[in-house]
């Protein structure tokens, strides 16, 4: 293939370059050429979210992202919400409330709640529902991922600063 | 603090049977952490892209490679030609016949493995799968199964044409692989023709996939030097498979590692060896490099593991006050192109005859017709025993057919047909020995729960009101599975029964390490099996370690599917358990110089009978165990293995309820309430188990109103990415309730029966249950799934019941 790009962007905080064809997508970069393997791929056509990170304030299905897209970005995937050894409350929730089995769409599902929570402190069930829908999961049923959102919803309000 | 508030803390802090501990495997995959077949990355590691053919039925005239091997980063370009002389361009399958690891000459279903491109990476191997040029010369394809005996029919499989038998029993036509019966047909037809009232209804479980978010996908690594092959692979049968590569590769199985890491769902999918695995392990043999190969999301909708495509026609004979006299269901099954369904050797229609349910049903037969057709091969059991869900599907429904037939209430014809708690263990017309039961009492909660008068009440308002703009149903299963294969007199694949197994390890601080023969996909072993071995041991279940899946440290096991693993494996990890606290109590009896007979067990230690303040802990035998003072002519060491050979399947229950309200101007239907109650027998983690059914339930609504893999007449593929195919997201799927009863399994260490897929099966016929008596009143006796709105509103629109009064 022709040519590659320089691309640089900040991957959970972190400065990173990396020398990319034009028509590479962005989770094969932070796979393949980052070694950040939490997001993960089940589709590669936008429909199931397993890819999902955080771009620029922004849930982004990053099978659908070029990385040349991507210089300059904030770019956060799970592996930047756990902070100074205390997991984000959204992971906790999704543990305690058994939001999770075989963990594949975990992480889309984390980023994308991590955004929702953002967009809308204080969610109804119908909001996260719907807020949720581009994340598809096989295992769960959704009705305890649900519950951890809420649950995450109820623990972020009541101590702003941690989120 | 008294006594039993001691002995409550104690058994608290064992985290055993009946906790909802929080899930061991969780730390990982909240943090992103998990190792996914995608995630294994090696050094020199090429990617192996498939080329697949863009017709159902063609002979393949021409292959040119050479514009793929030009292209940058393109190593080779594997055909049947290459792999001719390891004899790997066929295999073997579990059915007796053999599938076309890369088409030879031949293709015989879209999407069929043509060649691989192996590349350094992704891209570049897509890039040249794009440009291997393949000639085909297109046939008439065969997607219809009936079709395929029809006489004159194009002969799918013309290299076995001339074969009287594949798998099973003569064959009758070129397209026809097998013909398999159960029961007393005689007796069936005599209870037909003196029947008071029969009912006749022909019943369709479409052709639908498990979709697992994670598609499948390996990493072949064998080692020149040293003549070890390593395999990575998604596989729910990490030993068969790697059993399975030594026969086909001839590679002793001792030089064989496979090994499972995280699985990113199952569901059935991951049971088969599939052709991309072959291709990647023989890639990596010649070229001496790892070789991974991922599914795209395309490759695996359209070419492994689909299931169901049984074409069914149930009959039902009865008394004129609904008691079921016989029974005749009969099967016509597309397997598609080669005959590799899953399956035991003895059963290659599964546990089909399963058929006669929850009911006393004292003649019945049944019988299943397999044939292939121009579509991909390799059906699975989706989220079921095999063929489990087409049974039950079947009765369920047939039930209705019956009542309505009859003008009864559609839970007081199940009541009259149950089989009595009395009768347990009850022997079924076409042979299985149901183990335990309480039927009655399943169902009678639901209905208290529910309300069902009120809904049969507000119903029959609704029915009486022209200006209602809804069509309400309601909807009942009351299902019996059949899971935990099984039994080695019964089952086995390729000659291997189908036991399971768990190798226990204490070390002297009471720390556990636990390793067994299956797989977890997510349904929580690493909790549920430390739970187990957790009550039999009195050590805490924190402390207990699970391992599954590399076959160079587990026992020999045949893996997870058809919920085996708690009534399998779960067997032998009590088994094993009970062995060494066998041993323990032989040292405790030692350490308090009593005899074994006077002590007892308590949570987590040995008592002096009498004498409590005389005891010796587990943890403390544990270290004891390593040290000199043992029983004379013991040996050191608290370890123990157990292979479990079940005595009988276990035989879960439930009793579901599902309330719809279809819109009828749209066809949408709303899925008001659903109430599902479970017996799974001994409960081990109840959190863990409410997980199970919320997935599975949510499985049941996918298949029950969208899935289906649809073809045109030429045999394209008309539903192969999600866009197409449904998967629920949190919008459509419903809220869940469940409830339970407790039926211990009589035969089972801790009464266990196995769980997650109970809602998948009990659930499909309750969804098409709900949905079809919503026009009951109007005559319909049955709709084929899936029932999306397109398909409801074409019925509603049939009926005449999308017209506004007036208009």
């Known amino acids: ?68 897209q991507c210089g300059g970005a904030e770019v956060l995937t799970v592996e930047g919400l756990e902070r100074g050894g205390a997991l984000h409350a959204l992971q906790q929730a999704f543990h305690e409330q058994h939001g999770l089995q075989c963990g594949y769409c975990t992480p889309g599902m984390l980023m994308r709640a991590y955004r929702l929570l953002q967009e809308n402190p204080k969610p109804s069930e119908q909001e996260i529902r719907y807020g949720m829908a581009g994340n598809l999961c096989r295992c769960t049923g959704y009705q305890n991922i649900v519950k951890a959102v809420q649950a995450a919803a109820r623990k972020l309000a009541a101590a702003p600063a941690a989120a | 603090m008294g006594e039993s ?124 799968a794009a440009l291997v040029e393949v000639e085909y010369e297109e046939l008439p394809a065969i997607i219809d199964p009936q079709q395929a005996l029809a006489p004159g029919a194009p002969v799918i499989r013309e290299d076995i044409a001339d074969r009287k038998e594949v798998g099973h029993g003569p064959r009758t036509h070129p397209n026809h692989i097998f013909t398999w019966e159960a029961g007393d047909k005689a007796a069936a037809d005599a209870a037909f023709a003196g029947a008071a009232v029969t009912v006749r209804e022909e019943i369709l479980n ?171 091969p390799g059906g699975v059991a989706y989220r079921c025993s095999l063929r489990v869900t087409e049974a039950v599907y079947l009765i369920e429904r047939m039930m209705d057919v019956l009542a309505q037939k009859l003008g009864v209430d559609k839970a007081e014809i199940r009541r009259r047909n149950f089989v009595k708690p009395e009768q347990f263990p009850y022997t079924t017309a076409l042979g299985w020995t149901l183990d335990s039961g309480a039927y009655h009492a399943a169902l009678d909660k639901v209905l208290k729960a529910v309300d069902y008068e009120g809904l049969r009440r507000e119903q029959a308002a ?118 060494i606290r066998d041993k323990a109590r032989k040292i405790a009896a030692h350490l308090l110089e009593v005899g074994e007979g006077d002590l007892e067990w308590e949570i987590d230690r040995f008592k002096v009978k009498g004498s409590p303040s005389q005891a010796k802990t587990m943890k403390e035998i544990c270290m004891v165990a390593h040290t000199g003072n043992i029983p004379p002519g013991m040996e050191q060491g608290l370890n123990a293995v157990s292979y479990y050979d079940p005595p009988n399947l276990t035989y879960p229950f439930g009793a579901y309820l599902c309330v719809v309200d279809i819109d009828r101007f749209t066809g949408e239907t709303h899925v008001r309430r659903f109430y599902a109650l479970d017996d799974c027998g001994t409960r081990i983690n109840p959190m863990v188990i409410e997980g199970q059914i919320h997935g599975g339930l949510t499985e049941a609504f996918a298949v029950a109103m969208g899935q289906q893999l649809p073809f045109d007449e030429n045999g394209n593929h008309l539903g192969n990415s999600l866009l197409d195919y449904f998967v629920p997201t949190a919008m459509e799927t419903p809220r869940w309730e469940t409830d339970h009863t407790v039926t211990p399994c009589p035969h089972h260490p801790i009464g266990a029966k196995g769980v997650a897929e109970s809602p998948h099966v009990g659930g499909i016929p309750c969804f098409s249950n709900a949905v079809i008596d919503a026009f009951a009143h109007l005559g319909v006796t049955h709709m084929d799934m899936p029932h999306s709105a397109w398909r409801v509103w074409q019925k509603c629109q049939a009926l005449g019941v999308n017209k506004r009064a007036g208009s």
């Open chain 2, 462 to 579: 609704k029915r009486a009101d022209p200006n209602c703009p809804t069509l309400m149903g309601i909807g009942i299963s009351t299902f019996t599975e059949i899971v935990g294969a099984g039994p080695t007199k019964v089952c086995d694949i390729l000659g291997i029964g189908l036991f399971d197994s768990c190798d226990i390890r204490v070390h002297p601080t009471g720390a556990v390490i636990a390793r067994l023969g299956t797989m977890s996909q997510g349904q929580g072993h690493a909790t549920t099996y430390a739970q187990i071995i957790a009550t039999e041991l009195g050590l805490p279940a924190s402390d207990i370690v699970i391992e599954e899946g590399d076959t160079d440290k587990a026992p020999y096991g045949a893996g997870t599917w058809g919920s085996r693993s708690t009534p399998v494996a779960g067997a032998a990890a009590a088994q094993a358990a009970r062995k």
């Open chain 2, 206 to 376: 479409p052709r639908v996939h498990p979709c697992p978010l994670e598609t499948c996908g390996c990493v072949a690594s064998f080692n020149k030097a040293t003549g070890y092959l390593t395999v990575y692979v998604t596989s729910q049968i990490p030993h068969l498979f790697r059993t399975v590569l030594a026969m086909l590769s001839g590679i002793a199985e001792s030089r064989i590692r496979v090994v499972g890491g995280d699985i990113g769902g199952g569901f059935g999918n991951k049971v088969p060896i599939y052709p991309g695995y072959v291709v990647a392990t023989v890639a990596s043999i010649v070229t001496g490099l790892p070789v991974k190969w991922i599914e795209s999301r395309i490759d695996n909708l359209s070419t492994t593991g689909f299931a169901r495509d049984y074409h069914c026609v149930g009959e039902l004979a009865a008394d004129r006050d609904g008691r079921i006299r016989g029974l005749r269901f009969s099967a016509l099954a597309d397997h598609g192109a080669f005959n590799s369904q899953v399956s035991a050797s003895k059963l290659p229609a599964g546990l089909f005859s399963i058929c006669t349910g929850s009911y006393a049903i004292p003649n019945a037969y049944c019988r299943v017709d397999a044939v292939y057709t121009n579509k991909a």
């Open chain 1, 1 to 68: 293939m022709a040519g590659t790009h320089p691309v640089a962007f900040k991957l959970n905080g972190k400065t990173v370059a990396v020398e990319v064809e034009a028509r590479e997508l962005l989770i094969y970069t932070l796979r393949e050429k980052l070694a950040h393997t939490g997001p993960h791929i089940g589709c590669e056509t936008s429909h199931c979210g397993a890819c999902t990170v955080d771009c620029n304030g922004m849930s982004v299905k990053s099978c659908t992202v070029l990385t040349v």
């Open chain 2, 5 to 128: 508030a001691e002995l409550t803390e104690r058994e608290q802090k064992l985290q055993g049977l009946g906790t909802a501990m929080l899930r061991r495997e969780d730390a990982r995959f909240i943090r992103g952490q998990g190792t996914y077949i995608d995630d294994i990355k090696l050094e020199g590691m090429l990617f192996g892209a498939i080329v697949r053919s863009p017709y159902a039925h063609a002979r393949i005239t021409a292959i040119d490679k050479a514009r793929a091997l030009a292209m940058p980063g393109v190593v080779a370009v594997l055909t049947a030609e290459d792999l001719k002389p390891v004899k790997l361009h066929w295999m073997p399958t579990a059915g007796g016949d053999v599938q076309a690891v890369l088409a030879d000459e031949k293709v015989c279903f879209q999407y069929q493995e043509v060649a691989m491109v192996l590349a350094q990476d992704r891209y570049a191997a897509y890039d040249g």
